[in-house]
């Protein structure tokens, strides 16, 4: 019987303890979740107020200098006015002409169209009679033959797509240095849209 009982107790295994030490080390080894990390700042969204701050001192610059120049004006003999708007002219043909070139540039790396944005087109008279077409920064002369010769395209083609077209071949035989000077390539381009407006508002065909 006593064999009986001892063979029982051996049989029933006592329930064991739980490793606290062993469960807490476990639960310290397990790689703490990690807070999330606060979301970086967009270096976009860092660079635009950068941006905005940089292009408000420069016009702050351009503001005072503007300022500036005008506050010498009323001290300036006419010769000399006459003198600063003609560097003028020149400076912004300069900018005008550079910014045609950095379209044809892009157009030509990148094989897409050339910036719509052309600026002005239009015809000037200068006192001697004779003419500038300017188009994309640049300021081509002509004489008055010339012009005449395209104010008859204008008037005299069926409708605006027939007056640039008869343009173009115009500009191409006689005129190409005007093509190159406005980076023009097609009887499409816009300049072609603006400059048969410009010619029939301005001028006549002498019958």
């Not at 063979?7 to 807070?35: I, M, V, Y």
């Amino acid at each position: 019987m006593a064999d009986d009982k001892k063979k029982s107790a051996q049989e029933t295994p006592k329930p064991k303890a739980k490793p606290k030490a062993e469960s807490k080390a476990k639960a310290e080894s397990k790689p703490k979740a990690k807070p999330k990390a606060e979301s970086k700042a967009n270096p976009k969204s860092e660079a635009e107020p950068k941006a905005e701050s940089t292009a408000l001192s420069t016009r702050s610059r351009r503001d005072e200098l503007v300022s500036e120049i005008n506050a010498l004006l009323p001290e300036l003999e006419d010769s000399s006015l006459v003198f600063l708007k003609q560097q003028a002219e020149v400076l912004l043909v300069k900018a005008r002409k550079a910014k045609a070139r950095q379209a044809l540039r892009e157009y030509q790396q990148h094989g897409g169209p050339v910036a719509q944005d052309i600026g002005d087109v239009y015809v000037e008279q200068n006192e001697q009679g004779f003419f500038h077409i300017v188009a994309r920064g640049a300021r081509v002369f002509f004489n008055r033959d010339e012009l005449r010769e395209i104010t008859a395209i204008c008037w005299k083609s069926e409708n605006r797509r027939a007056g640039m077209r008869g343009m173009y071949r115009w500009f191409d035989k006689e005129r190409s240095d005007f093509l190159n000077d406005t980076s023009i390539r097609s009887p499409a381009d816009p300049v072609f849209d603006r400059l048969y407006d410009e010619i029939r508002s301005k001028y006549k065909v002498k019958q």
